[in-house]
């Protein structure tokens, strides 16, 4: 039950992204070219909704399935490394129409050339990792 | 229109947007965060990469949790595809259509053009470095940034954070370099 939880998330996930195309390489291309609403409405109503929702979180102090008031984790406050970070990975979002989560939903979905664009995109974390104390963060 | 018709059609953006804030609740409700990027750190770690580099050297058995997460959504695109779906084309604004046929990208009608998402296309040199090197900007900028759509643009923008402000801008100016100056020549 611990481990379904999560797969279960995960389906709900991967369905909810392919029935809303955001796993669509047109429709990311659609949105960086501003001629449809559809992603903005999505990511829109998203942020929307969570920030109502993590208002009420704080507010009550709600806690979790383990009893642990839930906290969402602060972001490093480097400004250099969120843009610059950003910038690199928007400029591959464009090129693949893929962030993390689509990549591995479009293999379920069929799109096996996916998997190459993943082995890039670990490989890109694993040069970051050796690289990171070079670049400003 | 009846359930059914619903849940096969395109879902609309408000249906979608409010479901992705359900998936943060729920994940947050486990105690847990939404940042799928993460999973290839955990990847790399899992693999080994931690004992020749630190920042792979963490504890990545307590991330198991997020890659169930990815397990799942794989088959969620599968259950999805196979049995929540028609077979009717996207519905691609025109305007798009026309730019990316003067860009040389064909609108196919499917979730991803053929084109691109092809082995064809994998097996040719091209190809085969554009779809890596475009992994590879997505893994490299998201550890770089501190996370991806759902770590910033989603999670980090509901708790108001200024680093995922900044680091959503950057996805946006990136993405549009890459739109307006670079796929032109790239195809």
């Given at each position: 039950m611990k481990a379904l939880k999560f797969i279960l998330t995960g389906i709900f996930f991967g369905i909810v992204m392919t029935k809303s195309e955001a796993i669509?390489?047109?429709?990311?291309?659609?949105?960086?070219?501003?001629?449809?609403?559809?992603?903005?409405?999505?990511?829109?109503?998203?942020?929307?909704?969570?920030?109502?929702?993590v208002y009420l979180i704080k507010k009550y102090k709600l806690k979790d399935i383990e009893g642990q008031f839930i906290v969402i984790p602060t972001k490093d406050k480097g400004w250099k490394r969120a843009l610059l970070g950003g910038i690199i990975f928007g400029l591959g979002w464009a090129l693949t129409g893929a962030c993390p989560g689509p990549m591995f939903i479009n293999v379920g979905a069929g799109y096996l050339v996916m998997l190459l664009v993943i082995f890039g995109a670990v490989l890109g974390t694993y040069i970051y990792g050796i690289v990171k104390d070079k670049l400003p963060h | 229109m009846a359930i059914s018709e619903f849940l096969l059609a395109?879902?609309?953006?408000?249906?979608?947007?409010?479901?992705?804030?359900?998936?943060?609740?729920?994940?947050?409700?486990?105690?847990?965060?939404?940042?799928?990027?993460?999973n290839f750190r955990t990847i790399c770690a899992a693999c080994g990469a931690g004992k020749k580099t630190t920042f792979f050297d963490f504890e990545w058995k307590e991330q198991r949790w997020n890659l169930l997460f990815l397990v799942g959504s794989v088959i969620g695109g599968f259950v999805a595809t196979h049995f929540l779906s028609t077979d009717a084309a996207l519905k691609l604004s025109a305007s798009t259509i026309a730019q990316?046929?003067?860009?040389?990208?064909?609108?196919?009608?499917?979730?991803?053009?053929?084109?691109?998402f092809s082995f064809d296309f994998m097996f040719s040199v091209k190809g085969f470095l554009i779809l890596l090197l475009g992994g590879f900007l997505v893994g490299f900028g998201s550890r770089y940034a501190g996370g991806c759509t759902s770590g910033h643009a989603i999670t980090g923008l509901s708790s108001l954070q200024i680093p995922s402000l900044i680091a959503v801008i950057g996805f946006f100016i990136g993405g549009l370099v890459m739109t307006y100056f670079i796929l032109p020549i790239l195809f």
């Open positions: 669509s390489w047109y429709r990311i291309q659609e949105m960086f070219r501003f001629q449809s609403f559809h992603m903005f409405g999505i990511i829109g109503t998203a942020v929307a909704i969570g920030i109502i929702g | 395109p879902w609309p953006w408000y249906f979608s947007g409010f479901l992705i804030a359900c998936i943060m609740f729920i994940l947050l409700f486990f105690g847990r965060t939404f940042g799928f990027s993460s990316l046929k003067e860009v040389g990208i064909a609108f196919d009608g499917g979730l991803n053009p053929a084109q691109i």
